[in-house]
């Protein structure tokens, strides 16, 4: 008898088991190393709320970055010195104002950053994510990178075509001088908040700028390997 409810235990205990497991995440047929539909926060300017998250105070950061956010990002940490960690989603924006964001970050020593499981972290928001003191992409948090560029600007482009080719000629020089200096902060940036400047030449500057009929992979997802491979996540911080 002690037998038999013995296993029916062990039975209903494997049941809850297989009913705890997470559904698998449908993954992107264009970028098959990330999910189909990210959750990368509201459409809108990014918005800032603390609230209270497995005993710590968090400000939670969730939407496009645009040219205020640095300043409001300070405001609002320095607002409430009890903020410890900072949780980030966005799609991304300006790009200069995610590094002036992740350097606001890096100021307050000991600062976390943390991409919680089923979010996700994409393109200018990969650099304020990277400001933290001490960096956690939790397992199911998605840190989404592309190629950094400004050659997707298609309305400037197709009306530098109609004005003339010099105009053509003067655009191209503009972007490429552009990206060259972007590419340059990244760079910098990297090395002052101590990630691998691999992550630049492996990763981000692999991906393609713009999808082609032929392959529309344009961004990348990385692993948990990855993101201590690259420093993204610290190896020795703990928990």
Not at 17 to 41: E, F, I, T
Not at 161 to 184: F, P, Y
Request: aromatic share 6%; net charge neutral.
């Amino acid at each position: 008898m002690r037998r038999s409810l013995r296993t029916l235990a062990l039975g209903c205990a494997a049941l809850a088991l297989v009913a705890a497991k997470p559904a698998a995440v449908a993954m992107d047929k264009d970028n098959p190393s990330c999910p189909a539909k990210p959750d990368w926060g509201v459409a809108k300017a990014i918005g800032l709320t603390t609230v209270d998250k497995g005993g710590k105070h968090v400000l939670i950061a969730d939407g496009i970055i645009d040219g205020r956010f640095p300043d409001r990002l300070k405001a609002a940490i320095e607002a409430d010195e009890r903020i410890e960690e900072v949780w980030i989603k966005s799609r991304g924006g300006d790009a200069h104002a995610g590094n002036l964001a992740g350097k606001v970050i890096r100021s307050y020593p000991g600062m976390v950053t943390r991409i919680p499981a089923g979010w996700t972290c994409f393109s200018a928001c990969n650099f304020v994510f990277m400001g933290g003191d001490r960096r956690f992409v939790d397992p199911g948090g998605v840190f989404m990178v592309h190629m950094f560029t400004h050659t997707g600007d298609r309305d400037a482009i197709e009306l530098s075509v109609e004005e003339g080719t010099a105009e053509t000629t003067k655009l191209i020089g503009e972007i490429e001088q552009s990206s060259a200096l972007l590419a340059s902060e990244d760079n910098d940036f990297l090395i002052r908040m101590g990630i691998s400047r691999k992550l630049l030449t492996e990763v981000m500057y692999k991906q393609q700028a713009v999808a082609t009929s032929a392959n529309k992979t344009t961004r990348y997802c990385l692993t948990q390997d990855e993101v201590r491979k690259y420093n993204v996540t610290p190896m020795e911080q703990a928990g």
